[in-house]
């Protein structure tokens, strides 16, 4: 059974930074696309990033720059490193697994990250 679970979110006065883990059991192996969304209040659930199997990286225009992606495959653990942060950032984040081949979705519970001073 796969499971993913988010931890370190929280608040944080803009400017700041957190970083998001995700992680990450089951059948996830390392040809699957991992990556983050977010869901801001009133809007749809939003890419944010996402790493493909051979570390290739895309980020959303609004992130570029700020947010970086990695992951740990010793760990089965990705993460989402959000410098810079802004009150816009402000949303629960998720991680998600795309299955190689399959195309099929997993997703984390989310974790809360609110920018506020």
């Known amino acids: 059974q796969v499971r993913l679970v988010e931890s370190g979110g929280g608040l944080v006065q803009p400017g700041g930074s957190l970083r998001l883990s995700c992680a990450y059991s089951g059948m996830i192996f390392s040809n699957d696309v991992k990556g983050w969304y977010r869901q801001l209040p009133g809007k749809q659930r939003e890419l944010v990033a996402f790493?493909?199997?051979?570390?290739?990286?895309q980020y959303a225009d609004s992130v570029k720059g700020r947010f970086t992606i990695s992951r740990d495959n010793a760990k089965n653990t990705m993460y989402l490193q959000m410098n810079s942060l802004k009150p816009e950032d402000t949303a629960v984040y998720y991680c998600n697994v795309r299955k190689f081949i399959t195309n099929y979705e997993y997703w984390g519970q989310g974790t809360q990250v609110t920018v506020s001073s």
């Open positions: 790493m493909t199997s051979d570390g290739s990286t």
